[in-house]
Nanobody, 126 residues
Framework: QGQLVESGGGSVQAGGSLRLSCTAS????????MAWFRQAPGNEREGVAA????????FHADSVTGRFTISQDKAKTTVYLQMNGLKPEDTAKYYC???????????????????WGQGTQVTVSS
């Protein structure tokens, strides 16, 4: 299954951009899907974006569509989340995760993902 390590979080002003990276210790192609989740204090963890590793199909939550983009490198060892037009409500800890099975192009669900990174904090100030 491997381990996942996120990086790229930080503090930005509203309207700014950040790029999160998730590097796997082993070939992610053995996993069906990779996804980004986020969790703000007092809130449940929610799926932000997902990518079907083999085919590249993606899903983006309505709240981030048009602003965030999930992608992966050709080696399928790193997944990215490009975040543009950041808003204060995007403030959360962002987690990378992988799943052995998933619905292609479907919303990522916490219960489907069994390998998680440690998370990286994103803070957006107004």
């Amino acid at each position: 299954q491997g381990q996942l390590v996120e990086s790229g979080g930080g503090s930005v002003q509203a309207g700014g951009s950040l790029r999160l990276s998730c590097t796997a210790s082993s070939y992610t192609g053995r996993r069906a899907c990779m996804a980004w989740f986020r969790q703000a204090p007092g809130n449940e963890r929610e799926g932000v974006a997902a990518i079907y590793v083999r085919g590249g199909s993606t899903f983006h939550a309505d709240s981030v569509t048009g602003r965030f983009t999930i992608s992966q490198d050709k080696a399928k060892t790193t997944v990215y989340l490009q975040m543009n037009g950041l808003k204060p409500e995007d403030t959360a800890k962002y987690y990378c995760a992988s799943a052995p099975n998933c619905l292609v192009g479907g919303e990522p669900l916490v219960r489907e993902y069994d390998v998680w990174g440690q998370g990286t904090q994103v803070t957006v100030s107004s």
